[in-house]
Structure formats: C-alpha cells, structure tokens
C-alpha cells in the first residue's frame, strides 16, 4: 500500500534492497509529509506565540491548527492537548505532576508488566521517592494479561493505574476501557500509553475514559521530538507546571509568577512547531488512507507472518494473536542479535533486544528477542524476505 510514496524505501543496504520491519522503532516519512515540512521550513519558519507579525501570526495558527487537528483525531477538547517532546516526556510529565501531587507513601500503582521503560520508570522511580507500591498485573500461558488477577490489585490504597494500549513486544491490545473502569471505581486515575497504538487502531479517548493518554509522532509518519500528551481538562487544570520558561506563564514578579492558562501552562520555552506541523500532516495522510484499511493491511502481513514463522523449527513466537504491528520471535540456537546482524546483511531491518521492557521480557523467559514490525508501506515480499533471510542464517550458524 503506498509504497512509492515513501522515498526511504528505495534505499540499499550494501547491495540488498532494503527491506524495513522497525516501524515500531520509527516510521519512514512518506513524501506528502515530507512536502509539508519543506514548505513550512521554506516560507513559514517563525516562533509561536510571541510575536505580532504576519509570520509569527502564521506560525501560531498552524501550531495551533495542529493542536486542533490531533484534538479531533482524538476526539477530544484541543484544550486537553499538549504537545511535547514524545511520548517518554507525556509520561514523565504525568508522573512529574499529578503523580507528584497525588502519590503518598502506603499508595499503590497498578502497572502492567508489559510496560514500556517510559512508563514503567517514572512511577517506580516517584514510588520509590515517596514510599508507594507498585502491583503489578501479570500475564497468562497465552502472553495475555491477567484480568483475573488484575482485578485483584485495585483497592483503596490505588492511586493510578498504569497501562500500555498495545504492548510493543507482544502487539496485543489490552483491554484499556475495561481496566480504566476497574480504576475508577476505586478512585484511581488511568494513565495509557498509546505510542504502538496509534499508528495501528482508532483511537478514542473519550470512549477510553482514560485521565491520560500519551503518544509520540515518529511512530505514526511525523517526525522525532514531538508527541502527545492528552489529559482530561479538569484534571489539567488542577496540574502544577512541569517546566518553567517563556510563554507558560500569566505574570512575572522577581519574587514569584502565576501560570498562562491552558495547556500552555505545560509547554516552557519554543516548542517543537515543526514537529507539530508534520504531525498534523501524518494525519492528515494516515486518515486520508483509513485506519481500518491500514489495520487490515496489517493484520494479513501479521497473520502470515505468524503462520510461516511458527512452521520453521526452532522458532518460538511469543503472545498469539490479533496482533497489531509487531510481531516477537527467537530462534533457538540463535542470539537475537546475532540473527538481526545477518538479517541486516539481507537488507531485513529488525529490532534485536528487550525493547525496553526488561520486566516483561523476563516474565516470557528470556534476555531479548527479534521483533519485526510492519505497517502500510510493507508488503508480502518483506515477509517473504524476512522468512528467507531467517532460513539464509540457520545455514549460516549450523542450527537445525
Ligand atoms: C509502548 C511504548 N511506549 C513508549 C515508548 C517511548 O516512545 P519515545 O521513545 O518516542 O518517547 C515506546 C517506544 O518505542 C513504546 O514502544
């Protein structure tokens, strides 16, 4: 699907065509995106916010515009959207902020082990600070979480839960709705990470009732160094600032400041506005395509993947089906990245290694695995490539 419109592809690597399965790292830029950066770059390049001419003008109503746009998508209020530097800041800012505010000694976190390091770490970190508890909710045979047992962990003592929409090892989707509820009927607050769902499901925060939801661009066609924070308006308006710098503030005195209304408050100093702009293109593109349509697309790449990796001996998949984006697997016999440096050879980019989510790594009885992730510019010759290429390296190391 749309293969020509993202130049990246036709690079080599040596003298293989490239073969790209880490959109789950990084997603390539297709060029309507790359177009739009250009232009801006070209004719609109301005700070936001601060200046009363026409290009300051402009500059600040396309950030804005952005803000919009990503509000919509979301379906939620554009005054519930920040804009940050990627997902690990949204979620350091939660923890920095409400966390800080709220999370008291003998408190507790719900988290799944299936997290992320960026959010795992600034609630075990804040726990560890304040004296509060991490509970985590553990996986079934099948590399599902526990809903059984997850039930179990919320009481009085939970102040937030904290949950990945779709893991980044695994590629499920875990039940944000249904969890999210469990939270709130303790009182507790939901923090989601969506990063690995966004480029992959629909996404509705309103439906969600999530109090957090936090995301960064580079995985949905945009570039680095923006992301997404959104948080529900009452609970922002409540929230301490995260940063202090230009243009978060109402007033300044040298003894004290108030805060700018707004989600303003929450983003210091010159922000990421080119970052945004390309996000709002991303979208622009993505939604243009459908999120069904990518999502179907996927899943048949991901189906036969599944398929024709379960059928080479030797190999073990971890977690089961539907999947969304990626896909883990070892190779007995094979260190992961033993079998990523050859496969890079082929012209195969895969990732190799604990994808930053040691615990969850741990808990399927491994130190790393190899994860291929695809997504809309991938076809079945990638998957036939990164089959052949997983055959081409057990002859290269002897395994049968
Ligand atoms: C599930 C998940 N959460 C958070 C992150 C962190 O995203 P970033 O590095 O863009 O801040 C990632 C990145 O791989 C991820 O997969």
């Not at 209020?77 to 350091?92: K, M, P, Q, R, V």
């Not at 719900?110 to 726990?127: F, T």
């Not at 009182?187 to 309103?206: C, F, M």
């Not at 948080?231 to 202090?244: A, E, F, I, N, S």
Request: aromatic residues 8%.
């Amino acid at each position: 699907m749309r293969r020509s419109d993202f130049p990246e592809l036709t690079r080599r690597i040596g003298d293989q065509p490239l073969t790209y399965l880490d959109s789950a790292a990084t997603s390539l830029m297709p060029t309507p995106v790359l177009k739009v950066l250009q232009a801006f770059y070209a004719t609109n390049y301005a700070n936001v916010h601060r200046s009363v001419s026409t290009l300051g003008y402009e500059a600040t109503n396309r950030y804005e515009e952005a803000r919009q746009q990503v509000a919509r998508w979301l379906h939620a209020g554009s005054d519930e959207i920040i804009f940050t530097a990627g997902c690990t800041d949204s979620l350091n800012l939660v923890a920095a902020t409400w966390g800080r505010q709220h999370l008291h000694a003998g408190d507790e976190v719900v988290v799944s082990i299936m997290e992320h390091h960026s959010s795992l770490l600034p609630w075990q970190q804040l726990a560890l600070q304040v004296g509060a508890k991490l509970r985590f909710i553990q996986l079934t045979p099948a590399g599902t979480l526990d809903l059984e047992q997850a039930r179990t962990l919320f009481n009085a003592h939970t102040k937030v839960l904290v949950l990945t929409q779709v893991s980044n090892v695994l590629g499920c989707e875990n039940p944000v709705g249904q969890l999210a509820k469990w939270a709130h009927a303790v009182g507790a607050i939901a923090v989601i990470d969506g990063a690995q769902a966004v480029p992959h499901l629909a996404v509705n925060v309103a439906a969600l009732d999530c109090d957090f939801y936090a995301f960064s661009g580079h995985k949905l066609l945009a570039p680095t160094g923006i992301g997404v924070l959104y948080g529900k308006r009452v609970l922002l308006q409540q929230l301490p600032p995260y940063r202090y710098g230009g243009e978060m503030i109402a007033d300044v005195s040298c003894e004290t400041a108030s805060w700018a209304d707004g989600v303003q408050k929450f983003e210091a100093g010159t922000p990421n506005i080119i970052g945004a702009i390309g996000l709002a293109a991303a979208l622009t593109y993505l939604t243009k395509i459908g999120w069904q349509r990518i999502w179907q697309h996927d899943q048949v790449l991901l189906q036969d993947l599944a398929t024709r990796l379960a059928a080479i001996p030797g190999v073990t998949l971890y977690g089961s089906g539907p999947r969304y984006g990626v896909i883990s697997f070892n190779l007995a016999g094979v260190h992961p990245h033993d079998l990523a440096t050859v496969l890079d050879q082929l012209g195969v980019e895969v990732r190799a290694g604990h994808h930053c989510a040691e615990p969850l790594v741990h808990a399927l009885g491994t130190e790393s695995t190899v994860r291929a992730s695809v997504f809309l510019y991938n076809d079945q010759t990638d998957c036939d490539r990164l089959i052949s290429g997983i055959k081409t390296a057990k002859e290269f190391f002897h395994v049968t």
